[in-house]
């Protein structure tokens, strides 16, 4: 089976906490994967409204939302609405029944997410929202808000490296899968110069070019690891149990070549 047929393109969820985390940490995998052929969407779950030291709740929720829509357009990705404020995103039932509708109506094969140690809460919480949501995607008993039927099909979930490739205590942490990233960089950081409200306010407290600086450093890190690519993604794929067959691993088998494993299985 090619995983690229046109007729069924893979569908691939990245689903992060705010606006921008996307970019930050996952957007050269998603570019790769959708110029392997498929059908990506992008989701992050809060609203950014924290993000920002000078404009009202309201404004910056617009502007941000602008700011999402431009960056998926470049990336030809289909965007999902936020569903909470940032400091908002508890793991807890009527979050995870929301959430649950989302992963059921996209039906993806391929779930980017955020890492499971990380230096902050919301982007901790939105790992164990999507990883949940993906674990109940067929069970009939388990009723999402608003109600989306149930479907039983393999899904690979991966977990983006934390922010700084370290966990909450500062630990590092070893990606098992690397994506080279260097075809798509300047694709990655066209989609996160649209995040203007953010670059202006790093740039600004820390100097011209920050913003795009720290994520193509990390990209550079991560391509150091690899010990092949020049830039590029650190993965962890979560445990299948619950998920499909072991052997399911559709982000290698659509990268090929450019998905390089660092650990035995
Ligand atoms: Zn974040």
């Known amino acids: 089976m090619s995983a690229s047929a046109q007729a069924h393109p893979v569908v691939v969820l990245a689903a992060a906490a705010h606006p921008d985390d996307i970019e930050f940490m996952m957007a050269g995998t998603l570019l790769r994967l959708k110029d392997a052929g498929a059908e990506i969407h992008m989701w992050n779950l809060a609203n950014g409204h924290c993000g920002t ?23 030809g990705a289909i965007s999902h609405p936020p569903l909470f404020d940032d400091l908002a995103i508890f793991y807890d039932q009527p979050s995870l029944a929301r959430v649950g509708a989302v992963v059921r109506a996209i039906r993806p ?41 149930a479907w039983d099909a393999p ?27 260097a075809p798509v960089l300047a694709r990655q950081r066209a989609m996160l110069a649209c995040h203007r409200s953010q670059k202006e306010w790093l740039d600004v407290s820390q100097g011209v070019g920050a913003y795009l600086n720290e994520m ?19 993965w962890r794929r979560h445990n299948m149990l619950g998920f499909g067959p072991d052997a399911f691993n559709p982000l290698q088998e659509l990268l090929k070549g450019a998905a390089h494993v660092t650990t035995a299985e």
């Open 109 to 149: 094969a391929i779930i980017l997410t955020q890492a499971p140690q990380d230096y902050m809460e919301d982007h901790q919480n939105t790992c164990r929202l999507i990883v949940t949501a993906a674990f109940a995607r067929g069970m009939a008993n388990f009723t999402t808000e608003p109600p989306q039927p």
């Open 53 to 75: 030291a000078r404009h009202a709740r309201e404004e910056i929720i617009r502007l941000r939302a602008g700011e999402v829509a431009a960056s998926a357009k470049l990336a």
């Open 155 to 181: 899904l690979a979930l991966y977990h983006a490296m934390p922010h700084g490739l370290r966990d909450g205590l500062g630990r590092m942490l070893e990606p098992d899968l690397i994506v080279d990233t």
């Open 216 to 234: 193509e450093r990390m990209r550079i890190d991560v391509g150091r690891m690899s010990r092949r690519f020049t830039h590029a993604e650190g």
